[in-house]
Nanobody, 115 residues
Framework: QVQLVESGGGLVQAGGSLRLSCAAS????????MGWYRQAPGKQREMVAA???????NYVDSVKGRFTISRDNAKNTVYLEMNSLKSEDTAVYYC?????????WGQGTQVTVSS
């Protein structure tokens, strides 16, 4: 079973930056699509960014130009670099792994942007 462990969340002022990391156990990371999702209080969970095993990337419109997703298959880790953070980026951020074996979620990491 794959385990995902996120890190890097915290409190930051508007305009600041954070880098989230998600380390995966197991051997299927390099064959999987990795994604970052977020859920703000009272809102549905939404996809923020995703990167396929081939390196294709998608972003939700609200973060385009500010967030960058990347992966390091040698380290079984996916990253989310977040710049020019806004108060509306405040949410719990979850790492997601999709493979032929199913879907896995991390435990989430809180990102709070103060205005």
């Amino acid at each position: 079973q794959v385990q995902l462990v996120e890190s890097g969340g915290g409190l930051v002022q508007a305009g600041g930056s954070l880098r989230l990391s998600c380390a995966a156990s197991g051997r299927i990371f390099r064959f999987s699509t990795m994604g970052w999702y977020r859920q703000a209080p009272g809102k549905q969970r939404e996809m923020v960014a995703a990167i396929t095993s081939a390196g294709s990337i998608n972003y939700v419109d609200s973060v385009k130009g500010r967030f960058t997703i990347s992966r390091d298959n040698a380290k079984n880790t996916v990253y989310l670099e977040m710049n020019s953070l806004k108060s509306e980026d405040t949410a719990v951020y979850y790492c997601n792994l999709r493979s032929a074996f199913g879907v896995e979620w991390g435990q989430g990491t809180q990102v709070t942007v103060s205005s």
